[in-house]
């Protein structure tokens, strides 16, 4: 009995240690953040915005930007005003198999989920006994979503010249939103779909898929670190923080472009021996160069394009993580290969001269976000030196083989040369 009693109070002060540890460490800092005033931190880009408890007035209109900024003396006007930025697309667009989207199927889709969408929430509130004066959600055939899904051609995404990006971008900033939700493929992945959740749990970064008033979508990445963070040198690169503005730099650059014996196999198999495929992924391992991405562990395309088709640019949240070091490891399928598109090195080598310098084109393209600065000045810099690193790579595969094997005039060009010897 004396045994049992001694027992049982080792287990009463065991639970009442862990009830202290978890009232100390758990419980206390919330109750402490709880009772503790808000505070902006400083350096919030919001903090211009406190709220105050008068009426907000009425938003003023923005107008959309012009979509080649800048005014006299820009040079990103000067830029886009080259003639190597104004060439028509080859093969010229000729008929419906060029585009994406079929336009009347695609119309009935979205009418469809539109109206999927009015009948849950109708059922919601009705269950829930709630009133609402909102009018049932309308599909407009101009709405900018809708324009640029039917813009999309085996050329890209889309054109430069196309006012809808800047139309689409202007109504993200604007927008409603009415709803964050998992996606549809994340719902399927999990096998469950939980709506009370928001949070997109992929990769180790904060996801929210947004809806807006239009009925358009966006993913949504907050900010975990400050623009002038660098990742850590010791750091190991893939549980590095996703950076929001990596994704938008990267979207204003994409306006241009260990076994060195490894390309010859990769030149076998298809589709990189018989399309473009293999110079539209250097294409892109001379991007992700220029941002220091690597985190790029496939790629994508729309199967209806076939194997010339371009390749998506998604996920590119790990890039401008350090301005101070350039992974040459990224440029290996350049390196390996020794082939790059003509079009691709003569917008490079424009982008290297003085009157087109990549970092002030980029800086001034940036001044249009509204999240301006985007980059620090550091990281624009490291552009310039990045893309010296891209053209003395170049003139050495030419110095090697010789300009006609390494440089490809058509889509496809011909055979890259062999990496051993001859």
Known sequence: MPGLRRDRLRTLLLLGVLLAADLYFHLGPRVRRRLRPRERPPGCPC????????????????????PDGGGPGSKLRALFAHPLYNEPEKPPLLGPEDSLLAGPEALRYYRRKVARWNRRHRIYKEQLNLTSLDPPLQLHLETSWIQFHLGISRHGLYSRSSPVVSKLLHDMRHLPTISADYSQDEKALLGACDCTQIVKPSGVHLKLVLRFSDFGKAMFKPMRQLRDEETPEDFFYFIDFQRHNAEIAAFHLDRWEVNPLYCDTVKQVYPHSSSGRLLNIIDMAIFDFLTGNMDRHHYETFTKFGDDGFLIHLDNARGFGRHSHDEVSILSPLSQCCRIKRKTLSHLQLLAQADYRLSDVMRESLLEDQLT?????????????????????????????????????????QSAPDSGPS
């Not at 903090?47 to 959309?64: G, I, L």
Request: with cysteine; net charge positive; charged share 20%.
């Open 47 to 66: 903090a211009h915005r406190a709220a105050t408890s008068a009426p907000r007035p009425a938003a003023r209109h923005v107008p959309p930007a012009e």
């Open 373 to 413: 600065p985007v980059l620090t000045e550091p990281h624009l810099l490291a552009l310039d030196r990045r893309l010296q690193t891209v053209l003395r790579t170049v003139r050495g595969c030419i110095e090697a083989h010789g300009e006609h094997s390494v440089v490809a005039n058509g889509p496809t060009g």
